[in-house]
């Protein structure tokens, strides 16, 4: 089994940052992809971003250029890195890991998610 567990969200001026920590624990290995999604009120939960073992990243575009997924496997941790901040941005997110190609919302393991805001 593997656990998940989001820190790092709250309030932020527009054009500030945040930077998301997700830490794993349990069974993980090098094969896993781990991922990033939010959810807004009254919307569908939506993809952020994505890191693969091997380094590969697929970002949203709505984030592209202004967010970075990092990892520190020592740490055991999947890191979001979010700049420029908008209003737009203000959701719950959520830390997700699978043991192989997910697509979509398809992960096996979730987070509780962390609430970021982002005022005006």
């Known amino acids: 089994q593997v656990q998940l567990a989001e820190s790092g969200g709250g309030l932020v001026q527009a054009g500030g940052s945040l930077r998301l920590s997700c830490a794993a624990s349990g069974r993980t290995f090098s094969g896993w992809t781990l991922g990033w999604f939010r959810q807004a009120p009254g919307k569908e939960r939506e993809f952020v971003a994505r890191?693969?073992?091997?380094?590969?990243?697929l970002y949203a575009d709505s984030v592209k250029g202004r967010f970075t997924i990092s990892r520190d496997l020592s740490k055991m941790t999947v890191y979001l890195q979010m700049n420029s901040l908008k209003p737009a941005d203000s959701a719950v997110y959520y830390c997700?890991?699978?043991?192989?190609?997910?697509?979509?919302?398809?992960?096996?393991?979730w987070g509780q998610g962390t609430q970021v805001t982002v005022s005006s």
């Open positions: 890191i693969r073992w091997n380094g590969l990243i």
């Open positions: 997700a890991a699978d043991p192989s190609l997910p697509s979509g919302t398809q992960y096996n393991y």
